[in-house]
């Protein structure tokens, strides 16, 4: 299966709140890279990772553009995060339901036909003005 297709694939489970869709797609040692904070490898990480970002926010994503390159081994994707922020982060300001609209560009390698990493960026001041 293309790259595209694969990455494709774990944005509709996203979407679709499917998280065992998503994980399915993952390498066992998929690399997340996030926009803050340390890198986490490994299936069991993203687990835990997934479930503190249900916990704390409801997102759907939209306006999704996809980029690939000739090797079919990478695909970035833009897109419009809409979301609820549901319950507060340490260090973040406090959670009471406010809702958000940022945009967001995420770059995945695949290998295997697994998703081996996942490479998000957004501007957290601009989330952080947005929720406050």
Request: proline share 4%; hydrophobic share 40%; net charge negative.
């Amino acid at each position: 299966m293309a790259a595209l297709d694969i990455v494709k694939q774990y944005y509709n489970a996203f979407n679709e709140k499917n998280f065992d869709g998503m994980l399915a797609l993952l390498h066992p040692e998929v690399r997340h890279e996030p926009n803050e904070g340390e890198v986490r490898v490994g299936l069991e990480k993203f687990t835990e990772f997934m479930k503190m970002m249900d916990d704390s926010y409801e997102e759907t994503l939209s306006d999704m553009v996809f980029f690939t390159e000739p090797t079919d081994k990478r695909v970035s994707v833009e897109f419009v995060v809409s979301g609820i922020y549901k319950k507060g982060d340490e260090g973040f300001p406090e959670a009471h339901g406010q809702k958000y609209v940022l945009p967001a560009a995420a770059f995945l390698e695949v290998t295997e036909e697994k998703i081996s990493r996942v490479t998000t960026y957004y501007n957290l001041e601009r989330w952080i003005k947005l929720v406050s």
